[in-house]
């Protein structure tokens, strides 16, 4: 009796940590800003809480991946126009925003 309550013992512990070790490998293969839409989608809210909505005037944003691991999204002028654009640059794996400007 004890040799099968040991038994089973062993086998859901090996069943947990196998279990747990696929579930860290998913999870880490997830990227949280995986498309164009999604980082367009980001930026402008991020960009509109830091500068208003007069942000939405330099729309439609360029996006552009840089490597395979940051988007990098920049303001439009239409016409000539006094100051610079919005720039903001994403990381694609986990949504970490790293840097935050505005030309002048």
């Known amino acids: 009796m004890k040799n099968y309550f040991f038994s089973t013992l062993l086998f859901l512990a090996f069943y947990f940590i ?3 070790q696929t579930i860290i490998k998913t999870q880490s293969t997830i990227d949280y800003v995986p498309n164009e839409k999604v980082a367009r989608q980001v ?6 809480s830091i500068y208003g909505q007069e942000i939405k005037k330099q729309k439609p944003f360029n996006v552009k991946l840089q490597g395979d691991s940051l988007w990098i999204i920049t303001g439009v002028q239409k016409k000539v126009e006094i100051g610079g654009v919005a720039y903001i640059e994403i990381q694609k794996k986990d949504c970490k925003i790293l840097n935050v400007t505005h030309g002048k």
């Not at 930026?43 to 509109?48: C, T």
Request: proline share 0%; net charge negative.
């Open 18 to 20: 196998c279990n747990s």
């Open 43 to 48: 930026a402008e809210v991020i960009l509109i």
